[in-house]
């Protein structure tokens, strides 16, 4: 386990041409390996001597791509569900279902517990090639409502200002983040007691968890 103090934001032209590329391949050319793989079994099971050809060269790649995406996503979603659980052990952290939700990729959680005044973000980086498919480094923050400066909601995407230079600003994308935006803003009409030092608190945990499954932890040197 390591703790890097590293801008997640930040990352190199080619990383950045990478990751592009590999996006526009599962946008546009896999959903097309699919539909070839599938014509070309009809064909196939018509014993069409080209579509055997071609079946046999479409098929395994679109295997592997399928197989590369699940366990992908399977990894990421039991990793931020490990610092999840741990998280909500002895009843610290105890959000309803409607005020917690994960990306469908598994690669970023929110979790608000309105009763208790605070909030968790958890979100994988992707800091070199090897974390598009082995995500390894984390972001893991807890926020009560005087831990942030500020938090901002544009459509689908929600945006917490962290008061951090180091790391500024928080990203979470989904259908479900204008709901979780009026809630985190609501809790500021409250005055919240709190028994612990929800952000420390939540560090010690991830480190626990990180050290525990051979993680990494992406951490601000600003307390």
């Known amino acids: 386990m390591k703790i890097k103090n590293i801008d997640p934001y930040h990352r190199s032209l080619f990383f950045r041409y990478t990751e592009n590329t590999l996006i526009i391949y599962l946008v546009m050319a896999y959903p097309c390996l699919i539909a070839l793989t599938l014509i070309t079994y009809i064909g196939f099971k018509k014993d069409h001597p080209d579509s055997v050809y071609w079946f046999y060269i479409y098929a395994p790649i679109t295997a592997i791509t399928t197989l590369c995406i699940i366990i992908t996503i399977t990894i990421q979603r039991s990793r931020i569900k490990a610092f999840k659980d741990n998280i909500k052990k002895n009843n610290f952290f105890h959000p309803s279902e409607p005020d917690?939700?994960?990306?469908?990729?598994?690669?970023?959680?929110?979790?608000?517990?309105?009763?208790?005044?605070?909030?968790?973000?958890?979100?994988?980086?992707?800091?070199?090639?090897?974390?598009?498919?082995?995500?390894?480094?984390?972001?893991?923050?807890?926020?009560?409502?005087?831990?942030?400066?500020?938090?901002?909601?544009?459509?689908?995407?929600?945006?917490?200002?962290?008061?951090?230079?180091?790391?500024?600003?928080?990203?979470?994308?989904?259908?479900?983040?204008?709901?979780?935006?009026?809630?985190?803003?609501?809790?500021?009409?409250?005055?919240?007691?709190?028994?612990?030092?929800?952000?420390?608190?939540?560090?010690?945990?991830?480190?626990?968890?990180?050290?525990?499954?051979?993680?990494?932890?992406?951490?601000?040197?600003?307390?």
Do not use: W
């Open 100 to 223: 917690e939700c994960m990306t469908f990729s598994g690669s970023r959680y929110l979790g608000i517990d309105v009763n208790k005044g605070f909030f968790i973000f958890i979100s994988h980086v992707k800091t070199n090639f090897t974390s598009l498919f082995n995500p390894r480094d984390y972001i893991v923050m807890g926020f009560s409502i005087n831990d942030y400066e500020s938090i901002t909601n544009s459509g689908s995407e929600l945006i917490i200002y962290t008061g951090k230079p180091d790391i500024p600003r928080l990203f979470f994308t989904n259908k479900r983040a204008v709901g979780l935006y009026h809630k985190i803003a609501a809790m500021n009409d409250y005055d919240y007691h709190y028994s612990h030092n929800i952000p420390d608190y939540v560090n010690n945990i991830a480190k626990q968890v990180a050290e525990e499954k051979n993680l990494n932890l992406i951490m601000s040197r600003f307390s």
